[in-house]
């Protein structure tokens, strides 16, 4: 059914067509509607049966989401920023037991200074740690990712976190088709689980390894996502079959033919991006964008493929590993490995900033014409970071750099007032 829904909404009501058995829930900027809207189902009994569990606190309620699949449950949660941080250990945990949970991730900004809008710096702190990452461009395909994420969960038994951007997706309003229950159904087997706490039959889930297996635990797991990168693909496919529209898989090319130049991203600055590309279209250039939808597992063969062509890539990063630069465009220098392809790293959108056409176009046509700095910040104010500089080179006590920021840009405002 096609509705005119809010993000957060069409999320809730596709998670509950799941069937998830236990939902653990704990409110955190901008998720907060995703697990209020599932609360108000169970509450009303539209979601049974279906256990809804208010924690005192992020790592509760992941450690609760581990508990209950350890017990046989399909289980779920949501999380942003701050709470997916405070959870880490147990984010680890999930993965490493092996245990095919759930859970949405509606991207924010990581404090300090604290800062509740978008960008990818949550889960990018914690892409390493086990879990598959898909990220949503729309929210059709966030609603759609949830459907194929607990599938892909319990084929595999390891646990799946869906991106999709806070607020820009999680509270905007648009069309997005909700299945009905009997669809979900015939596509989402009921949780069969590989491992399970049965006091008929007595396990350990969690035991102790020391040196002597350790390595192969770690194997193991990483040999399941290179599994899930064959896996992807297939389930996208079936998803397409059975719901009539492409949602998933592993990256989503656009007018890349020819193409000389290919932006990659990840999210929904995809969308912006496509615009831009149409029209320096119109203007001659050859270029073309790249959406990767799953960034863990990385899908290093099938990126280095549709960029065989490319002379140059420019990598729009939502992100910033400080003191390093990029991450999203480490993953994609690693598959351009050997083929002297230029790569431009552009650091854009952090904690919210408007990620504009104006801006993005000006930067594809330096990198066009090679005049594009490696590491580029977009929009990056200057005058700001002069002053501060010069603050800390006049005086010791320089103050606490955010505060000094602020005040900087009031001063900045009344003089071209």
């Known amino acids: 059914m096609r509705k005119q829904i809010e993000g957060s909404r069409a999320v809730a009501e596709t998670v509950a067509l799941c069937r998830p058995q236990v939902i653990c829930a704990y409110p955190i900027t901008p998720?907060?509607?995703?697990?209020?809207?599932?609360?108000?189902?169970?509450?009303?009994?539209?979601?049974?049966?279906?256990?809804?569990?208010?924690?005192?606190?992020?790592?509760?309620?992941?450690?609760?989401?581990?508990?209950?699949?350890?017990?046989?449950?399909?289980?779920?949660?949501?999380?942003?920023?701050?709470?997916?941080?405070?959870?880490?250990?147990?984010?680890?945990?999930?993965?490493?037991?092996?245990?095919?949970?759930?859970?949405?991730?509606?991207?924010?900004?990581?404090?300090?200074?604290?800062?509740?809008?978008?960008?990818?710096?949550?889960?990018?702190?914690?892409?390493?740690?086990?879990?598959?990452?898909?990220?949503?461009?729309?929210?059709?395909?966030?609603?759609?990712?949830?459907?194929?994420?607990?599938?892909?969960?319990?084929?595999?038994?390891?646990?799946?976190?869906?991106?999709?951007?806070?607020?820009?997706?999680?509270?905007a309003y648009e069309p997005v088709d909700i299945p009905v229950q009997q669809q979900v159904d015939d596509w989402l087997p009921a949780f069969d689980p590989r491992q399970v706490l049965d006091p008929a039959e007595p396990i350990s889930i969690g035991a102790m390894v020391g040196p002597e297996a350790f390595l192969e635990v770690r194997y193991l797991a990483h040999h399941k996502q290179v599994r899930a990168l064959e896996r992807i693909p297939q389930l996208s496919e079936d998803f397409r079959k059975s719901f009539g529209r492409d949602s998933g898989g592993l990256l989503r090319s656009y007018r890349v033919e020819n193409a000389e130049t290919i932006v990659v991203a990840l999210g929904s600055v995809n969308g912006t991006i496509q615009e831009v590309v149409d029209e320096m279209r119109v203007h001659g250039h050859s270029i073309g964008s790249l959406s990767i939808t799953c960034f863990r597992p990385f899908p290093r063969e099938a990126l280095r493929a549709a960029l065989a062509g490319a002379r140059r890539v420019v990598v729009i990063e939502k992100s910033l590993a400080v003191g390093s630069g990029g991450i999203l465009s480490a993953d994609v220098q690693m598959a351009l490995a050997g083929r002297g392809t230029r790569l431009y790293t552009v650091i854009a959108g952090l904690g919210g900033r408007a990620v504009t056409r104006t801006s993005l176009q000006r930067c594809f046509e330096q990198a066009i014409a090679d005049r594009l700095e490696l590491l580029t910040f977009l929009d990056l104010d200057t005058r700001l970071i002069i002053r501060h500089l010069e603050r800390e080179r006049l005086r010791r006590r320089s103050g606490p750099v955010a505060e000094n920021l602020l005040h900087d840009i009031d001063l900045i405002a009344a003089q071209i007032g």
């Open 31 to 171: 998720q907060t509607h995703i697990v209020e809207a599932l609360g108000e189902m169970a509450g009303s009994r539209n979601l049974q049966p279906c256990e809804f569990i208010n924690v005192e606190s992020e790592f509760a309620a992941l450690s609760v989401a581990i508990g209950a699949s350890a017990a046989g449950a399909r289980a779920y949660t949501a999380t942003a920023s701050q709470g997916l941080l405070y959870m880490a250990e147990a984010v680890y945990n999930a993965s490493g037991l092996g245990l095919p949970i759930v859970m949405t991730i509606g991207n924010r900004a990581i404090g300090a200074p604290i800062n509740i809008w978008n960008d990818h710096s949550d889960s990018m702190a914690l892409r390493d740690a086990g879990w598959i990452q898909l990220y949503a461009e729309t929210n059709q395909e966030a609603a759609d990712q949830h459907i194929q994420a607990f599938r892909l969960a319990e084929e595999l038994s390891c646990p799946v976190m869906v991106c999709m951007d806070g607020f820009i997706l999680t509270h």
